[in-house]
């Protein structure tokens, strides 16, 4: 079982959108997916139109009796693919899941009951490097970055890429950055700002090689598939959103192999 983990610290860089669609191409391709809904905006479990009675994953970061575990929270997107949903009060729970001693392990501890039923975990997180994405983080082989080559998107970047290490040395040590990769973002737009940033970071020796060669371009119907609760992949199959996520996908297995 693969467990890979989106992250950015900064919102708004296609974060949700890329972990969904990378999901439900890997499903696409034959594979047992979990996807875990950890980010508490909770917008690909309101994308993939879970129902909002099923259990969210922030009764399984409370203690006492009775508390749900991972396993049991898993809910069935499509025969390839189950989704761990999340929920807005999550963002009051995971205050009180960072106090415990050992909330860095939970994902890697509660992943293990079903490392038999799933060939890959996505992991959607928050934007930022809160108790969840650390938790994340430590159970995952690999973190991939989406990025808006711009200021913002490049302090959030960093700012990750430092937090990377800090788990990789202390709780994770098969934890790496997987690649970084351009969104809302094609080398034929006519933003040279932009294009000033992703030159500089693809100069950059320690970042190079992590700069990945699939970009996202902006797509309207990469939205439309999310306002109706459907894959790119069925939405639009033949949409720029698509066939960037389907090239994206290839990238990452070969990266991950």
Known sequence: M?????????????KTTSALSVAHRLAELGNQVLFIDADPQANASTASGLPAEHPHLGLALTEGEGVPTLASLCY?????????????IMAQQEKGFGNSPDYQFFFRHQLEDVRSRFN?????????????????????EAVFIPLQPNLFGSEGMTALIEMVARLKRNFNPQLRVGGIFFTKYSPTYRKALHHQYARDLQADPALSALIMRQSIRENVSLDEAQSMQRPIYDWAPNSNGAADYRSLTDEILTRIS
Request: glycine content about 10%; overall charge positive; hydrophobic content about 45%.
């Open 2 to 14: 693969r467990i890979l983990t989106f992250a950015n610290n900064k919102g708004g860089v296609g």
């Open 76 to 88: 069935p997107l499509s025969p390839g693919l189950s989704m761990v949903r999340s929920a807005r």
């Open 120 to 140: 890959y975990v996505i992991i959607d997180t928050a934007p930022n490097l809160g108790p969840l994405t650390v938790s994340a983080l430590v159970a995952s």
